[in-house]
């Protein structure tokens, strides 16, 4: 399981929400503190309520890659956790 995510919107800042979590995907392997099995990037869009729910649940840490729309979309999830992550 992640223990760190990153939640990127797509539609973030005219589309650089996706340039970004292509970066993320690329550096995140190679660095010695977050190896494949410790980060994982998510595209918002891509998520039903209820993924959201699991990947809330099973992070320490999620890095939201977008404005406040794209963390409206996690209140509920961070509010129903019994030990939420850091953001």
């Given at each position: 399981?992640?223990?760190?995510?990153?939640?990127?919107?797509?539609?973030?800042?005219?589309?650089?929400?996706?340039?970004?979590?292509?970066?993320?995907?690329?550096?995140?392997?190679?660095?010695?503190?977050?190896?494949?099995?410790?980060?994982?990037?998510?595209?918002v869009?891509?998520?039903?309520?209820?993924?959201?729910?699991v990947?809330?649940?099973?992070?320490?840490?999620?890095?939201?890659?977008?404005?406040?729309?794209?963390?409206?979309?996690?209140l509920?999830?961070?509010?129903?956790?019994?030990s939420?992550?850091?953001?």
């Amino acid at each position: 399981d992640a223990l760190y995510t990153f939640l990127a919107n797509p539609c973030s800042g005219a589309g650089e929400g996706v340039r970004i979590a292509e970066i993320l995907r690329d550096a995140l392997p190679k660095h010695p503190a977050l190896g494949l099995a410790a980060a994982e990037v998510v595209m918002v869009d891509q998520l039903s309520p209820e993924r959201l729910g699991v990947l809330v649940s099973r992070s320490e840490m999620m890095v939201v890659i977008g404005g406040d729309g794209t963390v409206s979309r996690l209140l509920e999830p961070l509010f129903q956790s019994p030990s939420p992550p850091r953001l």
